[in-house]
């Protein structure tokens, strides 16, 4: 129903690590591999969530940004006509201490190194907190549950948090089922209703270019098409086409890929000069040509019109 939060912040990554010739990219593969496993990680949640029947009512949320007095990103939302729960995963190995004062997770590794979080429960109740403020911004008042949610067997809890609940993913149905269905329940048309507002309000986030986040020059950049077939960069273009000199397939829209990662990547807008150095083109009016095809939103004049991307159309997963 509606892509991750983080897909494009991966794409970018990914696109990244071929496109930089700099040390950065050492960090940006660890960045990879870190939202991977988050990834992972919900998606054994939301697996148990989908394998589960509940006997009553119930829509479920994965990945969500919303915004209601400031932007948030709920991992898991299960909505029933009683209560919401909020749910929050966690993929740390090892052994993990809740501690309170200060608010900390601190994860000791079975590599023996230990590592310091913002606390996950702090996370939660600011979730929670701003979820409520949402729902009551639109005359929506019934109560929020929150756990935290443990994604992988290898997580040991040495000191749980004082008064929030800690769950392995086949905890989570016996947890969802123990709350309490008191008070007024939503009506099924406001319920309905409530669903939809959730999608509609849902953004995609749009991450800074990685050049800009990482502090890396425009010439670290390595120019070209990327080849839609093989991934290969350095499609040569040919009349009407481009050509891949590596796999020999031809490919006409084969320049779209490669300027979304140029906002991805580079920077959140192109010239016709960048576009023609970065698609490695000579013709200025080929170059036009193609800007004008991807209905790019554009500012300023013929001769020095800067074009902008809507990145929300770039996610392909
Ligand atoms: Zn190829």
């Known amino acids: 129903m509606k892509e991750r939060s983080d897909s494009l912040t991966l794409q970018g990554l990914i696109a990244a690590q071929s496109r930089l010739k700099n040390p950065i990219v050492s960090t940006l593969a660890s960045k990879q591999s870190i939202i991977e496993a988050g ?3 919900e998606q054994r949640v939301a697996e148990v969530l989908q394998r589960y029947t509940f006997s009553f ?3 479920i949320f994965h990945d969500l940004s919303l915004s209601s007095d400031s932007y948030f990103q709920i991992d898991h939302l299960l909505k029933t006509p009683y209560y919401g729960v909020i749910l929050e995963t966690k993929n740390l ?7 309170d004062n200060p608010p900390q997770l601190v994860q000791k590794r079975e590599d023996g190194k ?11 109740e600011r979730n929670i907190e701003l979820m409520s403020a949402w729902l009551l911004q639109r005359n929506i008042d019934f109560p929020l549950y929150g756990a ?4 992988y067997p290898k997580q040991h809890v040495e000191i749980p948090p004082a008064s929030t609940k800690i769950l392995f993913p086949n905890m989570i149905p016996p947890f969802i089922k123990s709350l309490p269905q008191e ?8 319920f309905n209703w409530l669903s939809s507002e959730i999608l509609r309000c849902h953004q995609t986030y749009i991450p800074k270019p990685i050049c800009e986040s990482y502090q890396v020059p425009i010439s670290d950049v390595l120019p070209g098409v990327r ?5 290969n960069i350095g499609m040569l273009k040919v009349p009407r ?13 084969a320049h779209v890929q490669t300027l979304g990662e140029w906002f991805l990547v580079v920077k959140r807008s192109i010239t016709n000069r960048e576009c023609r150095e970065f698609l490695g083109i000579k013709d200025k009016f080929t170059a036009n040509r193609i800007l004008q095809s991807m209905n790019f939103k554009s500012q300023g004049t013929y001769r020095d019109r800067t074009y902008f991307m809507d990145l929300r159309t770039v996610i392909h997963n």
């Open 114 to 124: 230990i590592k310091y979080y913002e606390s996950p429960v702090e996370q939660l």
């Open 148 to 151: 935290i949610v443990l994604a």
């Open 241 to 253: 086409t481009w050509h891949c000199p590596i796999c020999k397939v031809n490919n006409h829209l």
């Open 57 to 59: 009512k119930n829509n």
């Open 93 to 99: 190995a090892g052994s993990l201490e809740f501690r």
């Open 227 to 231: 080849c839609v077939a093989c991934g």
């Open 183 to 190: 008070g007024k329940r939503l009506e099924m048309s406001k």
């Open 39 to 41: 990834i992972g990680g």
